[in-house]
């Protein structure tokens, strides 16, 4: 079974900006779908993004378009989310989720079969 590892997490002021990473365990397996979602205390998970493998296909949560931007590098079964203006409403665990088919478009947590353990994003005003 592969592992996805997140790092990045941290505690920055409101306006900084922050990138996540997060790795699949075994790069011989190609992943075709890679995002995060993102989880604050006391509510559900919440789709951030996502890109598929092959067409490189990104999709957004709409209230984060413009400030979140997510990357790939297939080589390394590797993607990244840069955060940027980050708000205190932005605080939440971040975790990494993954599938080996093309998710491209889908939201729900449901839809993911691999996951991260979560890296915590703390953003004080």
């Known amino acids: 079974q592969v592992t996805l590892v997140e790092s990045g997490g941290a505690l920055v002021q409101a306006g900084d900006s922050l990138r996540l990473s997060c790795t699949a365990s075994?790069?011989?397996?190609?992943?075709?779908?890679m995002g995060w979602f993102r989880q604050a205390p006391g509510k559900e998970r919440e789709f951030v993004a996502t890109?598929?493998?092959?067409?490189?296909?990104?999709t957004y949560a709409d209230s984060l378009k413009g400030r979140f931007t997510i990357s790939r590098d297939n080589g390394e079964n590797t993607v990244s989310l840069q955060m940027s203006s980050l708000k205190p409403e932005d605080t939440a665990v971040y975790y990494c989720?993954?599938?080996?088919?093309?998710?491209?478009?889908?939201?729900?947590?449901?839809?993911?079969?691999?996951w991260g353990e979560g890296t915590q994003v703390t953003v004080s005003s």
């Open positions: 075994d790069r011989s397996f190609r992943i075709d779908t």
């Open positions: 890109m598929t493998y092959r067409t490189r296909r990104t």
């Open positions: 989720a993954a599938d080996y088919w093309d998710r491209y478009g889908l939201q729900t947590p449901e839809s993911f079969g691999l």
